[in-house]
Nanobody, 125 residues
Framework: QLQFVESGGGLVQPGGSLRLSCAASGVTVDPYSIGWFRQAPGKEREGVSCISAADGNTYYADSVKGRFTMSRDNAKNTAYLQMDSLTPEDTAVYYC??????????????????RGQGTQVTVSS
């Protein structure tokens, strides 16, 4: 069964950087699109980034374009999210996800199952 271990979150000052990792187990994620979404307290889920298995493109939410960079290492069954120039608005729990299509990850519905605990990112001075 597919499971994720998300890591790399923490407390960082505005303008700082973090690198999140998502290690998948139970399923080889190579054939799938893989991405990240986040959820802040009291807010809806928000897609952050996704690498498409179909076309190889990487998609970003407008709110993170130019600041976040996503990558994947299929040999390690792992994805990464480099986050730079962080702002308090980036504070959230970040989750990793896979699907056939990036649209599912970039527009995560409330019933879209999380398969890991997520990693907390807090941006505060």
């Amino acid at each position: 069964q597919l499971q994720f271990v998300e890591s790399g979150g923490g407390l960082v000052q505005p303008g700082g950087s973090l690198r999140l990792s998502c290690a998948a187990s139970g399923v080889t994620v190579d054939p799938y699109s893989i991405g990240w979404f986040r959820q802040a307290p009291g807010k809806e889920r928000e897609g952050v980034s996704c690498i498409s298995a179909a076309d190889g493109n990487t998609y970003y939410a407008d709110s993170v374009k130019g600041r976040f960079t996503m990558s994947r290492d299929n040999a390690k069954n792992t994805a990464y999210l480099q986050m730079d120039s962080l702002t308090p608005e980036d504070t959230a729990v970040y989750y990793c996800a896979v699907d056939q299509m990036c649209v599912t990850i970039m527009y995560p519905q409330p019933d879209f199952a999380t398969r890991g605990q997520g990693t907390q990112v807090t941006v505060s001075s």
